[in-house]
């Protein structure tokens, strides 16, 4: 897993999520495993299936952000800065468009409410990363080469 830029408020929230789930979690799942093994014949036992689920993928959240905390790197997303950079919320406008569409330059554990996320590393966020409001950038997307417009960094 490469670097991965997070703000200090979605670093403290991962950090509380893995706190939870290897402490409170871990035990919650045994206790429903323990109360499903109780009920007798485990061939056909829904719950002890249900639950034995609900464990692996619990476990392959916490393996997941294990390793996400282990190799975060902590940015200030005080935001207003004038040039694109992990953290930032930039404003674009695609060439041939009128609309203006929001976007957060970080990782997808970084999601807020309404707004898409870019990757740093992805084509568009390598293209942006650097610039500053009232650029124009192109990159290649599946589809071929697109401009944008950076409207406004906040």
Same mark, same amino acid.
């Given at each position: 897993?490469?670097?991965?830029?997070?703000?200090?408020?979605?670093?403290?929230?991962?950090?509380?999520?893995?706190?939870?789930?290897?402490?409170?979690?871990?035990?919650?799942?045994?206790?429903?495993?323990? %109360? #499903?093994?109780?009920?007798?014949? @485990?061939?056909?036992? &829904? /719950?002890?299936?249900?639950? =034995?689920?609900?464990? *692996?993928?619990?476990?392959?959240?916490?393996?997941?952000?294990?390793?996400?905390?282990?190799?975060?790197?902590?940015?200030?997303?005080?935001?207003?800065?004038?040039?694109? %950079? #992990?953290?930032?919320?930039?404003? @674009?406008?695609?060439? &041939? /468009?009128?609309?203006?569409? =929001?976007?957060?330059? *970080?990782?997808?554990?970084?999601?807020?409410?309404?707004?898409?996320?870019?990757?740093?590393?992805?084509?568009?966020?390598?293209?942006?990363?650097?610039?500053?409001?009232?650029?124009?950038?192109?990159?290649?997307?599946?589809?071929?080469?697109?401009?944008?417009?950076?409207?406004?960094?906040?």
């Amino acid at each position: 897993m490469s670097e991965t830029s997070l703000s200090r408020e979605a670093f403290d929230r991962l950090q509380a999520e893995l706190e939870h789930l290897t402490t409170q979690g871990r035990v919650e799942v045994a206790n429903r495993i323990e %109360a #499903a093994r109780a009920l007798g014949d @485990l061939s056909e036992n &829904g /719950d002890y299936h249900a639950a =034995k689920d609900d464990q *692996g993928k619990m476990e392959a959240r916490v393996r997941h952000l294990q390793a996400l905390l282990k190799q975060a790197t902590i940015v200030d997303d005080a935001g207003g800065g004038d040039t694109v %950079a #992990a953290g930032s919320v930039v404003s @674009l406008r695609y060439e &041939g /468009d009128d609309d203006v569409e =929001k976007y957060l330059i *970080g990782s997808i554990e970084e999601r807020r409410e309404g707004m898409s996320v870019v990757s740093p590393g992805s084509p568009l966020g390598q293209a942006l990363l650097g610039h500053k409001a009232g650029e124009t950038v192109e990159y290649d997307a599946p589809s071929g080469s697109l401009k944008v417009e950076i409207v406004e960094i906040g």
